[in-house]
């Protein structure tokens, strides 16, 4: 389940660095119109095999999304994974305000590479990173963005993450300016035994550290005894 851009594109890497026994299916979002929380849900659910076990991974801007799915504790459901994620809209006080208000304007104008850098990609990013994650995020129409950004600060999945019975992996990056420790600690106040791993890495650690977080996630699914054979990683 993928971030802000929605599109998946941004996933090859840490799809292609997944052991082969795991067959990943990757949810992508409209570009072209915006979709509340409430009814990308549905894309979800057609996504998720009928009765075959698997385990959803979200990033980001999808974590609450996952969070409320997983809370409705469907039966083949095996793990949950949320990656550099938030319960709760991780920016609050004067900061969510001012956001909420830049909202309609920001992704007006393409987001400046200092800026993509410094908040997403890390400012030693591999330079075919940082244009793809541009031409991902240039895909995707400004109010529709701007409307997930919007989502993002009025999110509130805490009750939802209380009913959740099946395991849960953090995975945070040491280096996130984009989402707080305190996000991570809100969780675990829920939460307490939810794995957490920290990785070396911005907030799209995925695309920048693909091969750890896979090795991550799969010794943490062979941790709950768990064949990879017989379960799809959902991802996107």
Known sequence: ?????????????????LPEAFQTVIVRYPADRFLPYA???GLVRESCPVSEPFVLVAESFSTPLAIRFAAANPSNLAALVLCAGFASSPVQG????????????????PLPKFLAEYWLVGQDAPASLLKAFQAAISS????VLAAR????????ALAELDQITVPILYLQARQDRL????????IRQIKPQAAVATIEG??????????????VISEFLRGL????????????
Do not use: Y
């Not at 389940?1 to 660095?17: C, H, I, R, S, Y």
């Not at 911005?202 to 550290?209: F, G, Y």
């Open 1 to 17: 389940m993928p971030g802000m851009d929605g599109t998946g594109e941004l996933f090859a890497d840490f799809v292609n660095a």
């Open 39 to 41: 009814e990308l849900a």
């Open 94 to 109: 004067w900061r969510r305000l001012l956001a909420s208000l830049c909202a309609p304007i920001v992704f007006h104008i």
């Open 140 to 143: 995707v129409k400004s109010g």
């Open 149 to 156: 950004l919007r989502e993002v600060l009025d999110c509130d």
């Open 179 to 186: 989402v707080a420790a305190w996000c991570l600690e809100e």
């Open 202 to 215: 911005p907030h799209l650690l995925l695309q920048r550290e693909p091969h750890q977080a896979a090795a």
């Open 225 to 236: 005894d768990l064949d990879p054979i017989t379960h799809r990683n959902i991802v996107g």
